[in-house]
């Protein structure tokens, strides 16, 4: 039996998993076989991790959805069990990438003779990092629950460690993205204006776009890890 007070709830869940997949199916498509995004080689390949990333998280959610719906408690404790770890391991990956993109981006306009050599490869290390990066600390996460819930041992500074971790590390990736994309927004302005064009809109607007929606994504996040 459905719960039909959480319609809205699970009809949101259906559009959020339907609109990621076909919009990071769409992403790695045109960008791997028709090469159709027209950026930074090296940033091509950040936004390829990031809607990989974006579709692991889709399958959390569908993970959770179908279990919930169906009643299927053996899904759902899986969710619950391991789905919650990979949430978390796909969303710090995404906080991270975020990051990148931006400071790539800036990085691009401080130094465009350096940039021109900057290859995929070089791209897909930095997403190496950031993927393994993320993998440790919600290993460590899993490592020291399972070591406190069988009370092999009881620090409690691991703990704060790891919970002042899962409040700076997304405060970091806020502060790093607001900070780079300012900047962007100067060097872009005064480029321009050196060579006497004019500054387009479109290109101010996705930078403020995409610190504005992270923002939104990432608060939220830090205020309930305070809370």
Known sequence: MIDYKGLPW???NIFVI??????DTTILVAS???????????MVVVIQHLAVCDLITSCTYTIELIGYVSGWKE?????IYVGLYVYYF???TTFFLTAAITTMKLLTIKFPFRARIWTKSKGHLVCAIIWVTSLLYIVSWVVFFEIYLYSLWDEDWIYNVLAWLEIIIPLLT???VIFTSGWLIYEACKVVRQRGDRVRWEGLLTVIATAVVFTITVL???VADIA
């Open 10 to 12: 699970i009809s949101y």
């Open 18 to 23: 339907l609109s990621s997949i076909l919009g």
């Open 32 to 42: 791997i076989k028709y090469n159709a995004i027209s950026l930074h080689k090296i």
């Open 75 to 79: 899904l759902f404790n899986f969710y």
């Open 90 to 92: 796909s969303l710090y």
């Open 174 to 176: 806020l502060l790093v």
């Open 220 to 222: 939220p996040e830090i």
